[in-house]
């Protein structure tokens, strides 16, 4: 029984990868106070959690009664990861914020106030925590595909069961460990290195996603490996 636990923990940390996901979710929270940061962290992993459980439980047949293969799955998540790349490249957030920014100091004071309230509230409605923090970076492609397939292995007996699902909530509850460490050690960071790195990142989140369409192509032999 521990051999199991162990060997679904290892599967679902490695296909989930808080490590790795850590530095693309400072850089699409960059926008946002640590205050926010520290509530998109929870959020995000409480959301990731509610979607790979709720796979986990009927995953499978909905992609049979659907069928949607493992290859669409990474053709469609390799898309959305592109897009987010596109933004972050693209500064779209900062470029929001500025103009809030600018929109408020050009008014008057009490006009000022409602203006820069208007103008905040897109950003607060452009909800990371959910996209692309949840969906799909922490519940992606293969972290569903891999939920669905360990436990299709573990169905039968109700300890089998079990024993899937609480390796599944210790990897999001190290993954909710991991993002709130990472913002705590964004403070010890100058802003001008986390802007680069937020570049970088997008970048490499682009190389990622492009990645996730050619193996959903290699899936489906439209183009060889």
């Not at 290892?10 to 530095?23: E, H, L």
């Not at 926008?31 to 709720?54: C, N, P, S, W, Y």
């Not at 898309?79 to 914020?97: C, E, G, N, P, Y």
């Amino acid at each position: 029984m521990i051999e199991s636990f162990i060997t679904a923990f290892i599967i679902y940390f490695v296909v989930i990868d808080p490590v790795g996901n850590a530095p693309i979710f400072l850089a699409v929270t960059h926008h946002q106070d640590r205050t926010r940061k520290l509530r998109t962290a929870l959020e995000g992993t409480v959301v990731a959690t509610l979607i790979m459980l709720f796979f986990a439980l009927c995953g499978a047949w909905i992609l049979a009664y659907l069928r949607i293969s493992e290859a669409a799955f990474k053709i469609a998540g390799g898309i959305i990861l592109f897009t987010v790349a596109l933004d972050m490249l693209a500064a779209k957030r900062q470029s929001r914020k500025r103009a809030a920014t600018t929109g408020a100091t050009s008014s008057s004071p009490n006009s000022g106030n409602a203006l820069a309230g208007e103008t905040e509230q897109p950003s607060d409605n452009d909800n990371v925590a959910i996209y692309p923090l949840a969906i799909p970076l922490l519940a992606g492609p293969s972290a569903i595909m891999s939920v669905i397939v360990v436990n299709a292995g573990f169905a039968g007996a109700l300890s089998s069961m079990v024993l899937g699902y609480s390796a599944l909530l210790a990897v999001m509850v190290a993954t909710g460990v991991i993002l709130t460490l990472t913002v705590i050690a964004e403070s010890w960071l100058d802003e001008r290195i986390t802007m680069v790195f937020s570049r970088i990142t997008a970048i490499i989140l682009a190389g990622l996603s492009v990645q996730y369409v050619i193996d959903g192509m290699i899936a489906i032999n439209l183009i060889s490996g």
